[in-house]
């Protein structure tokens, strides 16, 4: 019950806007995944969709961002598994674990599993590693077989990977969809700074932006929020404590480009 709880998950709705870029990762979604969910009357037979997503690329791209969208766009509800607590805690028993997750998710259909670094628990060598493992591993394939198997069953299980060749060929044919989710473009970095920036006082002006997108190639979506994140705190960190306790909200200084310059020395 406990791991169950933690891992449904409500959480704040997250609209495709709300991740820059990826456009064209958005419309398979769209047209794969999401709708089918929302109008399964509508894709049964040659058009039943896929049961198995897997989503690889470098870290901190939005993989999570991604399932989380198509969870709310889908009006499904959300379990996310994170499987180093699950070989940690329920040694032995986590093959267990694995047959109440897809049974209460298919109680709550639509539904979605979200299992990030899915490599960690279904690679290559795990299958090797030890009797508990491979009967976990053969506790997933005989779930996502099952889903694939029942157009009635409306659970989704989407993998997140920072490495896809570690993954078991088993496991990975059943992810029938494999997405790559690529580091982002300049645009896209443009899109997530001014969206960071707009939340506080800035005096940024758009060639700045530009100029900060520029900067930060070969950044990841999360290195950039990191970097805006640092940025942003450069007012109140000029700040003593006792100044900070009395300060207006209007007071603030303006974040600078100069304080996007230091932070781009520190992230
Ligand atoms: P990991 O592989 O490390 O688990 P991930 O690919 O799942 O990472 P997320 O957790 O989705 O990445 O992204 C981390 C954070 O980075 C997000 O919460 C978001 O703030 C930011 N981010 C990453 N990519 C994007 C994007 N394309 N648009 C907007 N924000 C992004």
């Known amino acids: ?50 049961r198995g997503v897997l989503l690889f690329g470098p870290p901190g791209t939005g ?4 399932a989380k969208s198509i969870a709310s766009q889908a009006k499904a509800k959300f379990f996310s ?7 940690s805690k329920w040694v032995g028993d986590a093959e267990k674990l694995v047959k109440t997750l897809f049974a209460v998710a298919a ?5 979605i599993i979200f299992i990030d670094e899915v490599d960690s628990l279904l690679s290559k060598r795990s299958a090797n590693e030890n009797e ?10 005989i779930h ?18 920072n490495r896809p060749q570690e993954l078991d060929e088993a496991v990975r044919r059943r992810f029938v969809r494999r997405l790559y989710v690529p580091l982002p473009t300049r645009e896209a970095r443009q899109k997530i700074i001014e969206k960071l920036i707009h939340q506080v006082k800035h005096n ?15 950044y990841s979506g999360a290195d950039v929020d990191t970097l805006c994140r640092y940025a ?36």
């Open 204 to 218: 940024l002006d758009v060639r700045q932006v530009i100029e900060l997108a520029e900067l930060t190639d070969g």
């Open 81 to 87: 598994i994170n499987p180093s607590s699950l070989t």
């Open 144 to 161: 996502l077989d099952g889903a694939a198997s029942n157009e009635e069953i409306r659970v989704l299980v989407i993998g997140a990977t």
């Open 232 to 267: 942003s705190m450069a007012p109140l960190r000029s700040l003593t404590p006792d100044q900070m306790e009395v300060i207006e909200t209007h007071q603030l200084p303006a974040v600078t480009m100069d304080d996007f310059k230091q932070a781009l020395r520190v992230i």
């Open 107 to 111: 109680a709550h259909q639509p539904a």
């Open 63 to 66: 993989k999570t961002l991604i």
């Open 1 to 50: 019950d406990h791991i169950l709880g933690e891992s449904m998950h409500d959480f704040k709705p997250v609209a495709w806007e709300d991740i820059a870029g990826l456009e064209s990762a958005k419309s398979t979604f769209l047209e794969a995944i999401i709708m089918p969910l929302r109008r399964p009357d509508l894709f049964t037979g040659v058009r039943c969709p896929p």
């Open 132 to 141: 508990s493992t491979l009967r976990l591993k053969n506790e997933f394939l």
